[in-house]
């Protein structure tokens, strides 16, 4: 995949990122290849073996290979994963007319623990997504809040969750952690979505555009604390935002509010 510069995410983008464990983008697909996306998966697409470079994944011309390499969308992969990434798995998801159930709220592959690194999964909708259509459900800044998959498909509703309405065209990147689920379809449509999951193969560190790394919204979108977080316990959520911020940047004294400091200080003078 190649970009330019002017297509990679800003330092505020990237906060916004390990903040909220997704990233939406509108509309940058254009109308024609959403139109071919509707063929292309009522068709289907057949699987690839785990690790599969993306060049291999998707031949040169293919629709899937355009896809990635819509600029916008380029340049947010390049940011997030870095060059190279791999495909882990790929999938068509559809939501039939008037199905009468919801898929339940969970985490993908949440047996991943890398505090260092992630994994990007990529949601293409080619068609606009009404809210009666049941669009992908998702709780913010939950991608940091260790669960086995399902734990959390005892929830119905979770204060301060987003319920997806696009239109078409919208690709939303997603930390693999976060919590989501697609939504009932009450419409008389069926309503697509493509899900791609990369695994990167460098190390994801400065991977986008930093002239704007001092810019004080970073630190803003870092703080950002949502209405599910408990009390006490959320604060944790502001904890390891701080600790995936310092392996993206390699700025190892970077905090929010004194949280990581404090209880790295261990001192390893010997006393007189």
Wanted: hydrophobic share 35%; with cysteine; glycine share 6%.
């Amino acid at each position: 995949m190649t970009t330019t510069r002017e297509h990679l995410l800003s330092s505020v983008q990237m906060a916004h990122f390990v903040a909220h464990g997704s990233l939406r983008m509108d509309a940058v697909v254009p109308a024609e290849m959403n139109a071919e996306a509707m063929e292309v998966f009522r068709v289907g697409i057949p699987p690839v073996p785990y690790g599969t470079p993306v060049h291999e994944a998707y031949p040169e011309g293919s629709f899937m290979r355009r896809l990635v390499e819509v600029p916008e969308v380029a340049g947010a992969l390049r940011s997030l994963i870095g060059t190279d990434p791999h495909i882990d798995h790929h999938f068509v998801h559809v939501r039939e007319p008037r199905e009468g159930q919801a898929q339940p709220l969970h985490g993908d592959a949440i047996i991943d623990v890398r505090p260092d690194a992630f994994d990007v999964q990529l949601m293409y909708y080619p068609q606009e997504v009404t809210l009666e259509m049941g669009g992908t459900l998702s709780v913010p800044g939950s991608h940091l809040r260790r669960t086995n998959e399902s734990d959390t498909g005892r929830y119905q509703n979770l204060r301060g969750q987003s319920q997806l309405v696009c239109p078409a065209g919208t690709v939303v990147f997603l930390h693999h952690g976060l919590w989501h689920g697609g939504r009932r379809n009450d419409s008389d449509i069926r309503r697509y979505m493509f899900k791609i999951r990369f695994n990167p193969t460098v190390r994801q560190r400065r991977l986008w555009d930093t002239s704007d790394l001092a810019d004080p919204r970073v630190a803003e979108k870092l703080n950002t604390v949502f209405p599910w977080y408990e009390h006490a316990t959320g604060r944790l959520e502001l904890y390891n935002r701080v600790l995936l911020w310092r392996a993206l940047t390699g700025e190892e004294d970077f905090d929010l509010d004194h949280w990581v400091t404090r209880v790295s200080n261990r001192p390893q003078e010997v006393p007189a």
